[in-house]
């Protein structure tokens, strides 16, 4: 079973250009998640969604937008890159959005913008 | 204010000793709380989580929940050098996974 898988797993990108982030699962889970993780600061929420077709902003949604046009797909868009957007980035998945439920990982995408 | 805090770390403890993390949350309206561990490199994976007040216990692991002190915490028993990891909080209400940013626990053999 994959689980869930990102792509690409690591990305070089010159300020200013886009990119789009893959995220897919294979457990039919109804929620998912965007992460990035620095030094010092931990996992933060960038995007989430609850169901198909629903999307709601985390901790640090600037610079970032999602969507939910089908429940195994939750991509990231970077409409045009920064510097400090440089950092690890990390898609989840679980079965509901709250109680009880364990959320499962991707492997990340180490990104770098230059 | 972070949603959710804890002990900034690192933790370093001889082998077989205990091992303790400690966790705040801001929202009362949290739920649902958990702990992953993290080796350096690799994703998150769960480790255990606990949604009533009390103690609940999963091999060397005990999580311990406060809800009127807002307060979670991790003990780790007879640590051992595979525990050598980073420890995430996360608290959960009816929308989001909200984590902290870890404390790293060094266990010396």
């Known amino acids: 079973t994959a689980g869930i898988t990102q792509a690409p797993t690591s990305q070089i990108l010159a300020a200013g250009r886009s990119m789009t982030l893959r995220c897919t699962q294979d457990?039919?889970?109804?929620?998912m998640y965007w992460y990035r993780q620095d030094l010092g600061l931990g996992l933060r929420l960038i995007h989430y969604?609850?169901?198909?077709?629903?999307?709601g902003k985390g901790e640090v949604p600037d610079g970032y937008s999602v969507s939910r046009a089908n429940t195994d797909d939750f991509p990231l868009t970077l409409a045009s890159a920064v510097p400090s957007q440089t950092s690890v980035y990390f898609c989840?998945?679980?079965?509901?959005?709250?109680?009880?439920?364990?959320?499962?990982f991707g492997q990340g995408t180490r990104l770098t913008v230059v | 204010q972070k949603e959710v805090e804890q002990n900034s770390g690192p933790l370093s403890v001889p082998e077989g000793a205990i091992a303790s993390l400690n966790c705040t949350y801001s929202?009362?309206?949290?739920?649902?709380f958990f702990w992953y561990r993290q080796y350096s490199g690799k994703s998150p994976e769960l480790i255990m989580f606990?949604?009533?007040?009390g103690d609940k216990e999963d091999g060397r692991f005990t999580a311990q929940l406060n809800k009127a002190s807002q307060y979670v915490s991790l003990l780790i028993r007879d640590s051992q050098p595979s525990d050598s990891a980073t420890y995430l909080c996360?608290?959960?209400?009816?929308?989001?996974?909200?984590f902290g940013a870890g404390t790293t626990v060094t266990v010396r053999a």
């Open positions: 996360a608290v959960t209400d009816d929308y989001k996974l909200s």
């Open positions: 929202d009362r309206g949290s739920q649902s």
């Open positions: 989840a998945s679980s079965d509901s959005p709250g109680v009880n439920t364990e959320a499962f």
């Open positions: 457990m039919r889970h109804n929620a």
């Open positions: 969604s609850n169901t198909a077709g629903t999307t």
């Open positions: 606990i949604y009533s007040n």
